[in-house]
């Protein structure tokens, strides 16, 4: 269907006639903008907030669209974590399409901010607020291509989902995992489309866009050490406290191999482009063939490549020691590990326990084990998006990209459901505020990430005619 309305209207920049010239009308932006205020202005965070409450919000925009009350369900694991899950009916040919962003922020002090995190702001060309980036642009504009497609009746090739989750920043009533444990039923699908990805720009140039394939692993391990203890003014040879440190010492150097898979692979060709020469070379060098040492060496010293490229592990936190005057009888050491995929957590423990080469020194797993499943990239789903990158952005190279933090897809992942991190959102790399002070988002690269969403959804739903 096509919206021939005004391209000056909307303030977007039309290259060369490269660009298709269907838009998302103007009252699909008015009314994504008017979802976006009402999720920002409504607190969610773990402290105080409730995501029960944005999930009704948006429950009661569906049912006075006239979807089906049997089709939208709020749920969750306690009064203030509410999830919302709705669903379309198509016809099935294909698995359901789930359109999964998380109406939970991270917390925001007024006084930390120069303006009031829960009141969205339109200033200087951007939205300013608590979630504005992370995530509740996503969930605004997920909910409107909802409505939207219910509203035009369009013959869809599979079901709908539209699921806005709770406690992905916090807490330990994780929607999605909830969901997926309690209602698979609800969230089972064959795609899932999530945060995690986005473009990257540099001073409004727009360099790529990220497709988020994969993630490493979150993993804590406690070092502990104890010790009789005794007076500080007979010290022994023995010291819990310098026995850990003298293991920490050792653990610093614990450097993982290189390993490279299909999605880090595909994104150092990729990237490279939004290097520097030096590093763009060493960047080409290193997915051409993984054994190249001095490429290696080169990236590791870049903290982001470093952490692209092998496993890590990083003491956070020690804690030692009860009184001033006592020899120390305990000391404890958290020590964090990003693990890539295809890797155990009993490995990392094994090669942690080898550095610190100390059997008095005891390691343990402060979570339950979950091994990240193999990163891969669906090379249609690729040419999908390229497809519709290309008509909305042209001349940005679509790159696949593994996190080295974690999101909700995970969840999706390791219950064999394909998740991908993408929104078609612009985000000045030099300047990403998710979780900081003054947190926004361009109101241009807001749109835009509507457009490019309304016509990826398109591309994944429609029915042939
Ligand atoms: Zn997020």
């Known amino acids: 269907m096509k919206h021939p309305i005004a391209i000056a209207l909307l303030g977007l920049v039309v290259s060369s006639g490269a660009r298709a010239q269907e838009v998302v009308p103007e009252a699909e932006r008015a009314l994504v903008r008017e979802v976006y205020r009402e999720l920002v202005e409504t607190d969610t965070t773990h402290s105080s907030g409730s995501t029960t409450r944005a999930a009704e919000l948006v429950a009661s925009r569906l049912r006075e669209a006239g979807i089906p009350p049997a089709d939208i369900a709020q749920l969750g694991p306690s009064p203030n974590k509410g999830n919302l899950v709705a669903r379309l009916h198509g016809s099935g040919a294909e698995k359901p399409l789930v359109l999964l962003a998380h109406l939970d922020v991270v917390e925001a002090k007024r006084d930390d901010w120069s303006v009031d995190p829960f009141v969205l702001l339109e200033q200087g060309g951007y939205f300013y607020g608590r979630g504005t980036l992370d995530d509740k642009a996503m969930a605004a504009i997920f909910t409107t291509t909802f409505l939207r497609l219910a509203r035009e009746h369009a013959p869809l090739r599979r079901d709908v989902i539209l699921a806005l989750t709770a406690d992905e920043e916090s807490g330990d009533a994780n929607g999605v995992d909830w969901l997926l444990r309690e209602h698979r039923d609800l969230v089972d699908g064959g795609l899932v489309l999530n945060e ?10 727009y360099l790529v866009l990220a497709l988020q394939a994969s993630e490493k692993t979150y993993m804590d391990y406690s070092v502990v050490v104890t010790d009789k203890g005794g007076h500080s003014s007979l010290p ?6 310098y026995r850990l440190s003298a293991g920490l010492l050792r653990l610093q150097k614990l450097v993982f191999p290189v390993e490279l898979n299909e999605v880090t692979r595909a994104f150092l060709q990729r990237a490279a482009v939004t290097e520097s020469k030096g590093v ?3 960047m080409r060098a290193l997915a051409a063939n993984a054994k190249d040492a001095a490429a290696a060496r080169r990236l590791s010293q870049e903290p982001r490549y470093n952490a692209l490229i092998r496993t890590t592990c990083v003491a956070t936190q020690v804690e030692a020691g009860h009184a001033r005057n006592a020899l120390p009888q305990r000391a404890s050491a958290n020590v964090n590990c990003r693990i890539l995929p295809g890797h155990s957590a009993a490995e990392v423990r094994a090669a942690i326990v080898k550095a610190l080469a100390d059997p008095k020194l005891e390691v343990a797993l402060d979570e339950k084990e979950t091994a990240g499943p193999r990163a891969s990239v669906d090379p249609e789903f690729l040419k999908t998006v390229e497809r519709v990158s290309a008509q909305v952005f042209p001349g940005v190279p679509v790159v696949p990209t593994m996190s080295s933090g974690a999101t909700d897809s995970k969840y999706f992942r390791i219950a064999g459901i394909p998740a991908y991190g993408v929104s078609g959102i ?8 998710a979780h900081g002070r003054d947190e926004r988002i361009g109101v241009k690269q807001f749109y835009e990430g509507q457009e490019f969403l309304w016509r990826l959804v398109g591309e994944l739903t429609a029915s042939p005619r």
Request: without cysteine; hydrophobic residues 35%.
């Open 196 to 205: 995690g990805g986005g473009g990257w720009m540099r001073q409004g140039k």
């Open 236 to 241: 022994t040879p023995e010291n819990a406290i």
């Open 280 to 282: 763009a070379a060493s």
């Open 426 to 433: 612009f985000v000045d790399i030099d300047d990403v505020r």
